[in-house]
């Protein structure tokens, strides 16, 4: 394992050694799995640069990006907001392809040290955690470039009008994946003769052969690479786009536990180190500074008003210290003194060498490597950790606006927020959409190679955690954008049976769900109906949509 740091082009050798040195001990003593990591200490302008394109160089560009690159430029200059570190993944061990890791080169020794250790983090889970592996993208800057590239080539053959609208409409289906493929199981729960298996293979076979797709799909991008009237190179970008919609998904599904770990992985390389290595009171000051990533925004849900540092970090703490006591050992997390002026520096690292704690250790490393968030949230999420740590930052609310000062709180107890929790982490808030046995031949006529396309709502899950159906009603406006996104690919008129509230909405707001709104993930952002308006009754419904005009058909 080969650690390199650059400042631009030339290798520092100084900090080189450094770096060798954290990642050395933090493999040795604490088990940590990582491949090759270059870091690069870069300037503000260059840092923001990286945050406009998501740490991606060279991902297809657009007018967006400069927006986002000045936007974050002022926001670190103005008011202080600092971007820690950006940290671009690898998985290809047969070129060896190391990890990218770009950090910022205003802050001082210790920080950089401190960010260091917290990068190893991000790269020991993506090397070792199952759904990262499971959709991994060999060398992503290759592939990005390599995307870039074929979408130039075809722009030239077709024309750059027509491929960047078949793009836009993949962009518009990117949520339509699988990040929970079921588990095929065969039974046979009785013998027979090969000639019985035959015939009844035989007579399956005939029964089944129109049915597109043969089972429930809930990969439609899938389906739509196979079954979808395309040109060779629109199939071409969109299995590629499907590729990349899997990998920043399943990464996104990963983003609590991988900024928690990587923070637990700080303190405890922080813990491990003496004073001439990392001075007290220069890590205080680097503490005070990534404040704003380890404290949350004192709300929950709705968008993103929690912090994945804070809540990841605390729920690994928490197993920690469970798994080496046997119990929660609340003083040792007390946040009314700080724990750096009641304790020493040699009784905590008497403490992370004790037998008890590395094995603990050990179970968190395996909970990391298995883990997603929901997993995380579900099995550490429990009533000692909300009594300790929830509690105090933790509420559900809703509101008119998206403006904090706005909300209405409606709940502060265990079972809703740790309800909210699991449903925000499941499949990132998004609604669960499927194609149907045969949905591909929906009101299919005589002769057609092809029927329309028919797509179900699936709300089983959120409804087993016991969030109601009229919470789950999509936001028509987006919904709409996916329908037509779908009629431009199957060419074909495109349905989807859902539900729906019969009630009158405040400014002609549509029955939406106060936890999501979209069946693509873009969030509602006008006012929300009020507990009252979402009491109407509810109806199943399909929204059709057949290239001219849409319609909402009433279920008998």
Known sequence: MKVRVFRGYEIDEYWTNIAQRIADRMREKYKLDFPNIDYYFVSLDEMASIVATHGWIVFPSSWEEGQRYYLNKIKQKLIGESIIEIVVPSYSEKRNTPIKAYINSSYNDVAKKLVIAHVLGHAHIY???VLSRRFKIEDPIS??????????????????????????????????????????IQKETTSLSQKEKRKAMEKFLIKEKDKIPKRKEYDILKFLEKYAPLEKWQRDLLKSYRKLFYFLYSTGSIKILHEGFSSLVELIYFLDSDEEELPIKEWISYAELSAQR???????????????????FKLLMHGLIKLATGEYNKEFLEEKTKWYERISREDLKDIINKPEFIEAWRKILDKVNTYDDFLLIKNLFDLEFFNSVARKHYFVYEGENYL????????RSYKDILTTFLFSSYNLKLPRVYIPRGGGEYNKKENEDRGELLLVQDTSFPEMLGIQRKQLTLYEKNEKIVLEALY???????????????????????????????IFGVWHPEMLPSLE????????????????????????
């Open 143 to 184: 592939f990005f470039y390599r995307l870039l590239q074929k979408i130039n080539e075809y722009e030239i053959l077709y024309g750059e009008e027509e491929v960047q609208e078949f793009i836009e409409n993949i962009k518009h289906l990117s949520t339509l994946i699988d990040l929970y493929p079921s588990v095929k």
């Open 294 to 312: 380890e404290l949350p925004l004192g709300s929950l849900i709705i968008k993103e008003d929690f912090n994945p540092y804070f809540l990841g």
């Open 127 to 129: 090397k070792n955690n």
């Open 404 to 411: 904090w000062y706005k909300k209405i709180v409606v709940s």
């Open 533 to 556: 308006e979402r009491s109407g009754k509810i109806i199943e419904v399909i929204d059709r949509f057949d290239g001219n005009k849409f319609e909402k058909i009433k279920i008998k």
């Open 488 to 518: 431009k690919i199957w060419k074909k008129p495109v349905n989807i049976k859902t539900f729906d509230v019969e009630f009158e909405p405040k400014k002609n707001v549509s029955a939406t769900s106060w936890f999501f709104s979209t």
